[in-house]
């Protein structure tokens, strides 16, 4: 069992950055990844970010590359979100996740969320 926990969610304006942290704690040993969501509503749960918790490997949705940096601490368990030069329209609830699977965008395969954390980006 899997326990995730958010913080860094905010108010910020458009330009602006934030940076949201998820710590891990329970029995990790089985997560192959760890990545961040998010969700507005009426909308689907969308894939932001993912980052390999072993190698480090990153992947990003096309809409954030260039922009986000995922990053994760392994001594700490802990995954990171850089958010840089924020859209409005990335207003959004932003999840973590924990997964064992090697398809690492699609929201099914992961097991173990947090709560959500709100990002809200003002024009």
């Known amino acids: 069992q899997v326990q995730l926990v958010e913080s860094g969610g905010g108010l910020v304006q458009a330009g602006g950055s934030l940076r949201l942290s998820c710590a891990a704690s329970?029995?990790?040993?089985?997560?192959?990844?760890m990545g961040w969501f998010r969700q507005v509503p009426q909308k689907e749960r969308e894939f932001v970010a993912a980052?390999?918790?072993?190698?480090?490997?990153?992947y990003y949705a096309d809409s954030v590359k260039g922009r986000f940096t995922i990053s994760r601490d392994k001594s700490e368990s802990t995954v990171y979100l850089q958010m840089n030069s924020l859209k409005p329209e990335e207003t959004a609830v932003y999840y973590c996740?924990?997964?064992?699977?090697?398809?690492?965008?699609?929201?099914?395969?992961?097991?173990?969320w947090g709560q959500g954390t709100q990002v809200t980006v003002s024009s």
């Open positions: 329970g029995r990790t040993s089985s997560t192959y990844a």
């Open positions: 996740a924990a997964t064992s699977s090697l398809r690492l965008t699609m929201m099914k395969n992961y097991a173990y």
């Open positions: 980052v390999t918790w072993n190698g480090g490997l990153t």
